[in-house]
C-alpha cells in the first residue's frame, strides 16, 4: 500500500492564481481531511470528507474548496491564491469516526505551498 | 487561549537523558487524547494514544489528569533517534464527528 499520498511536495504561486492539491489514499479509509500546519500553530483542520460525495467545513475553510468523488481521491482548490495562505498542507485519512471512538488518522507527506 | 497548550522547547538533553513534555487542553468535554511525532519536515505520526490510568510503550510513559486537563510525556533513556517535535493532540466532538485538535508542539534535541 501506498497510503496517503500528496502532490506537488512544493508550490509557488503567485498571489491570485489558482491551484489544486491532489490528495489519494489507497486503504479504503472513508475519512479524509485537510490540515495546514504554520509556525508556532497546530495543525489546523481546513476541510473533511466522511465519505464519497460528503465533505464539511473545519477550522480554517475560507478561501478554499473540496470535493469527494471518490473514495481514494480528495482534493484542495485554492480559489485566489493569497500571501496568507503560504503554509505546508496535510492531508491525512482514516476509519470513519462514529460516534465518540476514534481511529488512528494516516498524513500524507505534505505540500509546500509559497504565495508570493 | 489556545484549544492545547504546550511548551514549545526546544528540550535539549544528552542521550541516556529523562525527559517531560507537559500539555494542558481547555475544552473539558474532549474524550480522546494523543501523542502525535513530527520528524522535521515531515508528517506527524501517531506515537501512542494516552488513557486516564496512564499507558506505557517500551521508553514512553504517558499519563492524563481529566480533573486538571492536562497531559504528560515521559521519555526514558532518550536517544538520538527521539530528537523530534512532539505534538499532544484531543478530540473535540462537533457536527458528529471528532475531530483532532492539535498543540503546536515541543521540539526535542537529543545530543551525544
Given at each position: 500500500n501506498a497510503g496517503v499520498t500528496q502532490t506537488p511536495k512544493f508550490q509557488v504561486l503567485k498571489t491570485g492564481q489558482s491551484m489544486t492539491l491532489q490528495c489519494a489514499q489507497?486503504?479504503?479509509?472513508?475519512y479524509m481531511s485537510w490540515y495546514r500546519q504554520d509556525p508556532g500553530m497546530g495543525l489546523r483542520l481546513i476541510h473533511y470528507s466522511v465519505g464519497a460525495g460528503i465533505t464539511d467545513q473545519g477550522e480554517v475553510p475560507n478561501g478554499y474548496n473540496v470535493s469527494r468523488s471518490t473514495t481514494e481521491d480528495f482534493p484542495l482548490r485554492l480559489l485566489s491564491a493569497a500571501p496568507s495562505q503560504t503554509s505546508v498542507y496535510f492531508c491525512a485519512s482514516s476509519y470513519r469516526e462514529r460516534g465518540s471512538s476514534y481511529n488512528e488518522q494516516f498524513f500524507g507527506p505534505g505540500t509546500r505551498l509559497t504565495v508570493l | 487561549r489556545k484549544e492545547v497548550e504546550q511548551d514549545p522547547g526546544p528540550f535539549n538533553v544528552p542521550e541516556g537523558a529523562t525527559v517531560a513534555f507537559n500539555c494542558t487542553y481547555?475544552?473539558?468535554?474532549?474524550q480522546s487524547f494523543f501523542w502525535y511525532r513530527q520528524d522535521c519536515r515531515k508528517e506527524p505520526k501517531l506515537l501512542m494514544s494516552v488513557y486516564s490510568s496512564g499507558n506505557e510503550d517500551g521508553r514512553f510513559t504517558a499519563q492524563l489528569n481529566r480533573a486538571s486537563q492536562y497531559i504528560s510525556l515521559l521519555i526514558r533513556?532518550?536517544?538520538?533517534?527521539?530528537?523530534a517535535t512532539y505534538l499532544c493532540v484531543v478530540t473535540r466532538f462537533s457536527g458528529g464527528y471528532n475531530k483532532l485538535i492539535f498543540g503546536a508542539g515541543t521540539r526535542l534535541a537529543v545530543h551525544p
Amino acid at each position: 500500500n501506498a497510503g496517503v499520498t500528496q502532490t506537488p511536495k512544493f508550490q509557488v504561486l503567485k498571489t491570485g492564481q489558482s491551484m489544486t492539491l491532489q490528495c489519494a489514499q489507497d486503504m479504503n479509509h472513508e475519512y479524509m481531511s485537510w490540515y495546514r500546519q504554520d509556525p508556532g500553530m497546530g495543525l489546523r483542520l481546513i476541510h473533511y470528507s466522511v465519505g464519497a460525495g460528503i465533505t464539511d467545513q473545519g477550522e480554517v475553510p475560507n478561501g478554499y474548496n473540496v470535493s469527494r468523488s471518490t473514495t481514494e481521491d480528495f482534493p484542495l482548490r485554492l480559489l485566489s491564491a493569497a500571501p496568507s495562505q503560504t503554509s505546508v498542507y496535510f492531508c491525512a485519512s482514516s476509519y470513519r469516526e462514529r460516534g465518540s471512538s476514534y481511529n488512528e488518522q494516516f498524513f500524507g507527506p505534505g505540500t509546500r505551498l509559497t504565495v508570493l | 487561549r489556545k484549544e492545547v497548550e504546550q511548551d514549545p522547547g526546544p528540550f535539549n538533553v544528552p542521550e541516556g537523558a529523562t525527559v517531560a513534555f507537559n500539555c494542558t487542553y481547555s475544552n473539558s468535554a474532549s474524550q480522546s487524547f494523543f501523542w502525535y511525532r513530527q520528524d522535521c519536515r515531515k508528517e506527524p505520526k501517531l506515537l501512542m494514544s494516552v488513557y486516564s490510568s496512564g499507558n506505557e510503550d517500551g521508553r514512553f510513559t504517558a499519563q492524563l489528569n481529566r480533573a486538571s486537563q492536562y497531559i504528560s510525556l515521559l521519555i526514558r533513556d532518550s536517544k538520538l533517534s527521539d530528537s523530534a517535535t512532539y505534538l499532544c493532540v484531543v478530540t473535540r466532538f462537533s457536527g458528529g464527528y471528532n475531530k483532532l485538535i492539535f498543540g503546536a508542539g515541543t521540539r526535542l534535541a537529543v545530543h551525544p
